[in-house]
């Protein structure tokens, strides 16, 4: 799979603004808090606040839904105010930042089960991915493509996660078999050196996909936030 910069004419907009919709379930969930499993939730308090900020900055984004919120019914009436304004784009079903660690199937599972539960509330499909825990592989990408997706943006070009992978890991409470499966949380050292701008993925098959980097600062690297 070759990685081919994209050409400025073919990105017209000036830059581009996401937010991962992670709900509290899913952050207890990665710090090994057992009680995510009664799936507790802010969406109702947090996107009516979100939304009308971003409806006073009259700015349209992507929110990056996950799956399971998207099936759980009491989540219904804000995930259809997203979709009335802005792009829902697809974040995976379970949100497991081990998600490269899955088998081709499985991957291609948590996609359309998000994908799925997505359309059902919003009546649109997703064209866009964002990997839990900017998690990626080849295989990815390759089922993205062949599912017609327009873009994925899971990639996080920084020097830093292995760092903050160290800090995660000293704050929660993991077994060391939960460390196993997120060796590779925020990415490997190697990921600084990938390309900041947009570029497509060209397959073995001919086809490619637009990739979207997760936005850094040159030459430090570090993630960019705007909210």
Known sequence: MQEILAKDSDMKPLCSISLDLDNQWS?????GDNNWKNYPSYLNTFVPYILNILKELNLKITFFVV???AAINENSDVLKMISNSHEIG????????????YSKDEIKGEISK????????????TNG??????SWNNDLIEILTQKGYLYDASILPTFIGPLARLY???????????KLYRKELFGKFKDGFRKLKPFYWKLNSGKKIL?????????????????
């Open 27 to 31: 952050y207890m969930k990665i710090h």
């Open 67 to 69: 799956g399971k919120d």
């Open 90 to 101: 697809n974040h995976s079903f379970n949100h497991e930042s081990w998600l490269h660690l």
């Open 114 to 125: 998000a994908e799925e539960a997505i359309e059902k509330i919003t009546g649109e499909m």
């Open 129 to 134: 991915f964002r990997g839990p825990g900017f």
């Open 168 to 178: 995660y890991f000293k704050s929660t409470n993991l077994s060391e078999e939960e």
């Open 211 to 227: 990739e979207i980097p997760v936005s850094t600062i040159p030459f430090t690297t570090f993630k960019v936030c705007l909210f």
